[in-house]
C-alpha cells in the first residue's frame, strides 16, 4: 500500500513540479520586463499595468485559473486548450503565469527602487555606460534587497500549485486527496503533506544559501 | 591659463530658477571653494559640471574645448561619457559600491574601460595587475594601504570618503569636484578627510570643493566664490573674500559662521 500510495504521489509532484518551473521560467523574465515597465515615462502605459496587476493581485488565483480554462471554450465556441492532461497543466501554467508575473513586477520594480540613485550616479560620473552600471552596480544590490520577499512569494507558488485540482490536473494535492475518496483512508493526505514539506525545505536551504552569499556586503 | 571656464549657465527645477547667470573660470592647478547658504545651488553647478544635469543656458570650456553648449544638438552617449571624464565628482554621502572592496571601487571603471580594447584581451591579468598596483598606490596615498581589500560598511565614514576621493582621482579628471565632503561625517572624522584634500592642493591637483568649512577654504583654496540665491555674489582671492568681504550679503553670510 505504501509502496503505490508513493509511487501515486511522486505522479502527482512531477505535474506540480512541473507547474511551478514552467510558472517560474515564464513569470520571472515577465515579471521583471514589467517591473520595469511600470516605471515607464509613458503615463498611459504606467496607468495600464497598474490597473492590470491591481485586478490580478485583487482577485483569486482559483478565480483567474477557472476563467482562463473554460473562458475560452465558452467565448469562442471550442476548447483551446486540449482535454488531456498536458492541455490542463498548460493552461494552470497560463493562469500562474500572468498571477505571479503582476507580483514578481511588483518587488522587482521595489528593488529597482531600493537602489539609491547616488549608485547610478557615481556609475555616471566614473564614464560607465547605463549597461555597464545595471550590470555591475545595480544589479548585485537589487538582488540582494528582492530575494527575502522572492522566496516568499515562490515558497508561495508551490503550496498554490495545489489549485489546479479546481480543474482536475493530477498534480500532488489531487493525488493523496484521490486515495481517501477511492479507499476512505486519510493518512495518504499527511504523507502528501511530508511531500510539500520537502519541496518547500529544498527551496528554503537554496534561498537561505544565497542570502548568506549576499551577505558580504550591506 | 585657464583651464576651466564656465559661462553664463542657467538651470531652472519646474519653474524655480536654481542658477542665474554664473559664470566663473579656474585656472590649471588652483583650488575654487564654492561657499554659500543651503539651497544657493551649489550641488547643482557642480552637477551641472558633471553633466547629472543639463543646463539650459551656457556653456562649459574646458582647456579651449567648448564640451557644452546650451541649445546646441544633443551629443551622443558615447561624447557624453568622454567629456564627462574631464571631472571626477566626490559626493556628500560618498556613494561607495557596497559590493565591492575599497580597491575595487577605485579600479572598476578603469578595469571597465580597459576591457573595451582589443588589445586588453590578450593580456589581460597584466593590464588588470598594473590597474592594482595603481589602485593599491592611489589608497597608499590615501591612508589606507591597509584597507584596500575592506568592504565600504567595513570601513569609516572618514575612510570609505577617501576611498572616494581615489575613487575620484583614478580616471585622472581635469578638475575635480567636491560637493561638501565632509558634511556627512562627524567632526572628529573630517580632519583625516580634509588633510587629503589639502595634500592634493598642494600637489596643485584642480579642484572645485563646495565646503561649509572656512577656515579650510581659506587656508586651502586659492579662489573662493560666494553663492546666494543662484547667483555668484562675490569671487576673490581666498583670503581676501573671508578676512575682507566687499558684499554686504558675503558679510552677513560670514557672520553668521565666525558666530556659529
Ligand atoms: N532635482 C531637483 N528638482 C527640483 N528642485 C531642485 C532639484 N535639485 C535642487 N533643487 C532645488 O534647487 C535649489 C538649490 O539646490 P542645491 O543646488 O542643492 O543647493 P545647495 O547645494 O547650495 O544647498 C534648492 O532650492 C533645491 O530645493
Ligand atoms: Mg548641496
Redesign the pocket.
Known amino acids: 500500500m505504501l509502496w503505490s500510495v508513493t509511487v501515486q504521489l511522486l505522479g502527482g509532484l512531477w505535474t506540480t513540479f512541473r507547474i511551478f518551473i514552467f510558472t517560474l521560467l515564464f513569470s520571472l523574465p515577465i515579471g521583471l520586463v514589467l517591473g520595469i515597465a511600470s516605471r515607464s515615462k509613458f503615463k498611459l502605459l504606467r496607468s495600464i499595468l497598474h490597473i492590470f496587476i491591481w485586478i490580478i493581485r485583487g482577485t483569486p488565483l482559483m478565480l483567474q485559473l477557472i476563467i482562463i480554462f473554460y473562458g475560452p471554450g465558452l467565448w469562442l465556441g471550442h476548447n483551446i486548450w486540449s482535454g488531456n492532461e498536458a492541455g490542463r497543466i498548460t493552461a494552470t501554467v497560463v493562469a500562474f503565469t500572468i498571477n505571479y508575473s503582476c507580483y514578481f513586477s511588483v518587488i522587482f520594480r521595489g528593488g529597482i527602487e531600493s537602489v539609491p540613485v547616488g549608485q547610478r550616479e557615481a556609475g555616471e560620473v566614473l564614464g560607465l555606460t547605463k549597461w555597464e552600471i545595471f550590470w555591475n552596480i545595480t544589479l548585485l544590490q537589487m538582488i540582494k534587497r528582492i530575494v527575502p520577499p522572492m522566496s516568499n512569494e515562490i515558497i508561495t507558488l508551490v503550496k498554490d500549485t495545489s489549485l489546479a485540482r479546481i480543474i482536475a490536473a493530477y498534480e500532488l494535492t489531487f493525488s493523496g486527496y484521490s486515495f481517501m475518496k477511492s479507499a476512505g483512508i486519510t493518512w495518504p493526505l499527511f504523507y502528501t503533506g511530508v511531500f510539500y514539506l520537502i519541496f518547500v525545505g529544498v527551496l528554503t536551504i537554496l534561498f537561505n544559501l544565497i542570502e548568506k552569499k549576499l551577505d558580504y556586503f550591506k | 591659463m585657464a583651464i576651466l571656464e564656465v559661462n553664463h549657465i542657467e538651470k531652472q527645477?519646474?519653474h524655480?530658477k536654481?542658477l542665474k547667470d554664473v559664470s566663473f573660470s579656474l585656472d590649471q592647478g588652483h583650488a575654487l571653494a564654492i561657499i554659500?547658504s543651503?539651497?544657493?545651488?551649489?550641488?547643482?553647478l557642480l552637477r551641472c559640471l558633471n553633466f547629472l544635469e543639463t543646463p539650459d543656458k551656457g556653456e562649459i570650456i574646458v582647456k579651449g574645448e567648448r564640451i557644452y553648449k546650451a541649445g546646441e544638438t544633443k551629443m551622443s552617449d558615447s561624447e557624453l561619457l568622454q567629456k564627462r571624464l574631464h571631472f571626477g565628482m566626490v559626493f556628500q554621502a560618498f556613494h561607495l559600491f557596497p559590493q565591492y572592496t575599497a580597491l575595487t571601487n577605485v579600479t572598476l571603471a578603469h578595469k571597465l574601460s580597459a576591457l573595451k580594447k582589443p588589445e586588453t584581451k590578450a593580456n589581460r591579468k597584466e593590464v588588470f595587475d598594473k590597474i592594482n598596483a595603481r589602485g593599491l598606490e592611489l589608497l597608499d596615498q590615501m591612508g589606507l594601504a591597509d584597507r584596500a581589500y575592506h568592504y565600504p560598511h567595513q570601513l569609516s565614514g572618514g575612510q570609505q570618503q577617501r576611498v572616494a576621493i581615489a575613487r575620484a582621482l583614478a580616471l585622472q579628471p581635469d578638475i575635480l569636484c567636491f560637493d561638501e565632503p565632509t558634511s556627512a561625517l562627524d567632526p572628529e572624522l573630517t580632519g583625516e578627510v580634509l588633510k587629503v584634500i589639502r595634500g592634493l592642493a598642494e600637489k596643485k591637483t584642480t579642484m572645485i570643493i563646495v565646503t561649509h568649512e572656512m577656515a579650510f577654504a581659506r587656508d586651502v583654496a586659492d579662489e573662493i566664490v560666494f553663492m546666494d540665491g543662484g547667483i555668484i555674489v562675490e569671487q576673490g582671492p581666498a583670503r581676501q573674500v573671508i578676512e575682507n568681504p566687499q558684499q554686504e550679503r558675503t558679510k552677513a553670510f560670514l557672520s553668521r559662521y565666525s558666530e556659529g
Request: no cysteine; glycine share 34%; aromatic share 8%.
Open positions: 527645477f519646474g524655480t536654481v554659500g543651503s539651497g544657493s545651488g551649489k550641488t547643482t
